[in-house]
């Protein structure tokens, strides 16, 4: 199976800042990764697929990077609306597709 | 608008079965790959099975082969979920995700979740 470990766990940060969010996986994983948002007693919101391709409706704040096992999730100029947990998911492997174990953006 | 909304959650004994369903709208549901993804109370997000368009391919997590059966009826727009020999540890919300529109399995749209609790 492919481990997907994220880091930091939390994130203390304040509105206007500068967040980036790491993402390694434990073999080669092409750019075949995906980052997603979650808000308490939601359900998680997809922000980027393909590594960079940003989801339609998603606010250009929001940039994903990286190949192969690093990958980056950076939100630009943080917004009140963007505390919350993003989490990580590989796709090279189908079976089974794993999640990174999140990590949490709270206020500073 | 694409919709999923799941039914079927509920408290459940340990060795019992449950069936979650989730029902598609706003959408072509024959066209997609088709997920179910479970979060534990204060854990994470692991995907549990998934289901190709036609339902003749089909993926489980290793924690679940064997007891938990993913199936579909496209002409009811709808997914399942078969739940048996249930263990505490499956305790979670269930969510119902699609396939997103670009290669490869990720998921654009979620359900609410449904809430299954194993417990005596």
């Known amino acids: 199976d492919i481990q997907m470990t994220q880091s930091p766990s939390t994130l203390s940060a304040s509105v206007g800042d500068r967040v980036t969010i790491t993402c390694r996986a434990s073999q080669s994983i092409s750019s075949w990764l995906a980052w997603y948002q979650q808000k308490p007693g939601k359900a998680p919101k997809l922000l980027i697929y393909?590594?960079?391709s940003l989801e339609s409706g998603v606010p250009s704040r929001f940039s994903g990077s990286g190949s192969g096992t690093e990958f980056t999730l950076t939100i630009s100029s943080l917004q009140p609306d963007d505390f919350a947990i993003y989490y990580c998911q590989q796709y090279n492997s189908y079976s089974p597709l794993t999640f990174g174990g999140g990590t949490k953006v709270e206020i500073k | 608008e694409v919709q999923l909304v799941e039914s079927g959650g509920g408290l459940v004994q340990p060795g019992g079965s449950l069936r979650l369903s989730c029902i598609a709208s706003g959408f072509t549901f024959s066209s997609h790959w088709m997920s179910w993804v479970r979060q534990a109370p204060g854990k994470g997000l692991e995907w549990v099975a998934n289901?190709?368009?036609?339902?003749?391919?089909?993926y489980h997590v290793d924690s679940v082969r064997g007891r938990f059966t993913i199936s579909r009826d496209n002409a009811k727009n709808s997914l399942y979920l078969q739940m048996n020999i249930l263990r505490a540890e499956d305790t979670a919300i269930y969510y119902c995700?699609?396939?997103?529109?670009?290669?490869?399995?990720?998921?654009?749209?979620w359900g609410q979740g449904a809430l299954v609790t194993v417990a005596s």
């Open positions: 289901i190709n368009q036609d339902g003749n391919e089909k």
């Open positions: 393909m590594a960079s």
């Open positions: 995700a699609r396939d997103g529109v670009a290669a490869g399995i990720y998921f654009d749209f």
